[in-house]
């Protein structure tokens, strides 16, 4: 079993922050799907990114640190895509980004306080 929080959260959190930035300001690709479809993959990358430093760090003020920088990485990106040529910022986009950063940290949170539930020694 692993033990939580544990180092490959944290190779987890700068490794999907990379790759959200390379491709929020690279352009945009064409992917078929229903309007307002990529509002789900903005929730799920920034909430990868929470969700990883939400179980890499150890104290609750890195956490929450980790939880902040995504959603203020999402913020910037936007504003970035917003002056980059060939891309569009969207607030939309953003409050998906700060939607996925604020339940990925609650994930993390859920996880981690079953972790804790489950090492205490039963009563007697």
């Given amino acids: 079993m ?14 999907t922050m990379a790759i959200v930035i390379v491709l929020s300001l690279m352009p ?3 992917l078929p799907g229903p309007e307002g ?18 179980l890499g760090f150890r104290s609750w003020e890195l956490r929450i640190l980790s939880g902040s920088s995504a ?29 996925g950063g604020v339940l990925g940290l609650l994930a993390a949170a859920l996880i981690l306080f079953m972790f804790k ?8």
């Fill in 2 to 15: 692993i033990r939580v929080p544990h180092p490959l959260f944290i190779l987890g959190y700068v490794l």
């Fill in 28 to 30: 945009a690709p064409t």
């Fill in 37 to 54: 479809s990529d509002k789900a993959a903005h929730l799920l990358a920034y909430g990868a990114i929470a969700f990883c430093g939400g």
């Fill in 71 to 99: 959603l203020g990485l999402g913020v910037l990106l936007e504003i970035a895509q917003a002056a980059w040529f060939d891309r569009n910022g969207s607030v939309w986009d953003a409050a998906s980004n700060s939607m």
């Fill in 117 to 124: 539930k489950q090492s205490r020694p039963a009563a007697s």
